[in-house]
């Protein structure tokens, strides 16, 4: 049992990595720098064939990460853990539910903008800035999935964050350090 722990613990934190990760090489390094092409429908197309790529990847590691808490997590009573440490769990369980939703959001909003036009071509100014020739419609997919994204970023960073403070936790418990082999 304590292989199949450590290799669910070890998918966690690959699956919260990868997700984070490329949340962020998007956000800091893929949206602003699309300005080194001139074309701005060449922009929206790079802008939504990459993050369409990734939001596979994205959305499998997030999944990756729940999948590999909630079982584990639902073993737990609440007796072998102090308040403090049951309202961490809590709150790792409801940041993996506004995950989930922001993500999802973010992937169909995505999706409705790339369909704006053929390709993907939105004419955009930068991953963050719609075109003066920017469709209205586009443009506000443009905002949503950029306030999407920046949600679930933050969201994913809490629960790298909150999963790294529980795993620290689970050294001062003998009760919860017994229960923690079996979370991620």
Request: glycine share 10%; net charge positive.
């Amino acid at each position: 049992m304590r292989t199949l722990s450590t290799a669910a613990w070890v998918a966690h934190n690959l699956g919260l990595a990868a997700c984070f990760g490329g949340l962020l090489f998007g956000k800091a390094a893929l949206n602003p720098n699309l300005d080194v092409l001139d074309s701005q429908a060449d922009r929206g197309k790079i802008l939504n064939t990459a993050w369409n790529r990734y939001n596979v990847i994205n959305v499998a590691s997030f999944a990756t990460a729940a999948i590999t808490w909630f079982p584990g997590r639902l073993g737990l009573s609440g007796k072998e853990i102090d308040q403090q440490t049951r309202n961490l769990v809590l709150a790792k369980d409801v940041l993996f539910a506004v995950g989930a939703l922001t993500g999802l959001a973010s992937v169909i909003q995505g999706r409705a903008l790339t369909g704006q036009a053929p390709d993907g071509a939105v004419p955009i100014e930068s991953g963050t800035t719609p075109a003066a020739t920017t469709p209205e419609k586009a443009a506000g997919l443009l905002r949503s999935v950029n306030q999407l994204g920046n949600l679930n970023i933050a969201v994913t960073g809490a629960i790298l964050g909150l999963t790294t403070v529980l795993s620290m936790k689970a050294t001062e418990s003998v009760g919860f350090s017994a229960v923690s082999r079996f979370l991620p």
